[in-house]
């Protein structure tokens, strides 16, 4: 992407304002965030903004960028920049990625396609969430046809990750990015204060239930005999609220689900496989077997860490905190990024995903060593209040803010950046 993209953002927005069309979305981040929370229901606002515990990861993150300042450079030749980076021999035209965000339907019931059609729009590569709403085939089929690559959960069900894997690599990803943080679910008290969790009510499960190897776990559970002394769900109005709400995003038709009483025990059948708490570095061979596509480990933090990965043939890392939703207390992902920059060494690609808000935010990580840069919030909030076109718009606001900060401080690529562009307040 080149040709001064942020100049031509701007003055498409200034005409348009002209004719009394303004921008979908809110460009200033408090005001981003005020208009996203009027427009989600409390459920989803604290199931998308919130963090674990007291926040402080999240606010972490947020006060790291603050640390690193900006030196710009004048009297340098910046009319024409060139925004794009090559990972993993694929050539993006900007160095953003869409990160992974699960349940997207709490904010838009065709999120999983509006997000892959608004990155698309931009060249975008769009990380399909292991926790979507729609399955990956249709994504692919139906969104945008954009560069795409897929997030796993590691699943307790070895036979399940096999077979996420194959699909992945039968919709054409470029990438596998394996979370790897999440191994236990976070400590979440905006989501525990609301006694809601959305995968309970059938959200954020499409991928397995358009699995044969899920689809066969749920049947092989349905044909088991219940334990002794299991407890039995109290018959509430809230619990046949949950109970027709799931059936009805059960895949196929209402009346026979209901009756069979198969979208409760997928759930509960998710709520089993879903995670794998003790996975270890003896596993990755296993999922190297499985795949030749490129392997990305999210959530390295530590040097020693991102190390070991690369000797274990994985091919490229990605530096998070899952944006402060799991660990209250972790380390800044952008204070992490230096180390493991470090300790790569240029072996292997180093992305970072947590706590960017704009497109300074894009400039700071990659001065410090990041080969791209991974986002989420900012375009959820932009879906919710203005479905694809605010995600689009979102994306579109941060590629333009870091052209210019690109020009602004003396750059013409983002080759050129190095911490030479930073310095430590």
Known sequence: MTQAFARRTQTEIFRAGASGTAPRIPTRWPSLLAAAERAMSPEAWAYVHGSSGLESTADANAEAFARWRIVPRVLRDVSDRELGVTLFGHRYPTPLLASPVGVLELVDRDADLAIARAAASWGVPVILSNQASIPMERVAAEGGGGPRWFQLYWSSSDELVASLVARAEGIGVDALVVTLDTQLLGWRPRDLDQAYLPFIHGMGIAQYTSDPVFRRLVAERM????????????????????????TRRYPGRFAANLRSGEPRVAVETFLDVFSRSDLNWEDLPALR?????????????????????????????????????????????LDALPGVVAAVDGRAPVLFDSGVRGGADVFRAMALGAAAVCVGRPWVYGMSIAGEGGAREALRNLIAEFDLTLALSGHRSVAELSSDALVRD
């Open 223 to 246: 044909a088991a005999a219940p334990a002794p002394g299991a407890p039995r769900p109290r018959v509430t109005p809230a619990a046949l609220r949950t109970l027709i709400g799931m």
């Open 289 to 333: 077997s499985l795949t030749s596509l490129p392997i990305v480990l999210k959530g390295i933090q530590h040097p020693d860490d991102a190390r070991r990965a690369l000797d274990a043939g994985m091919d490229g890392l990605i530096v998070s905190n899952h944006a402060g939703r799991q660990l209250d207390g972790a380390i800044a992902s």
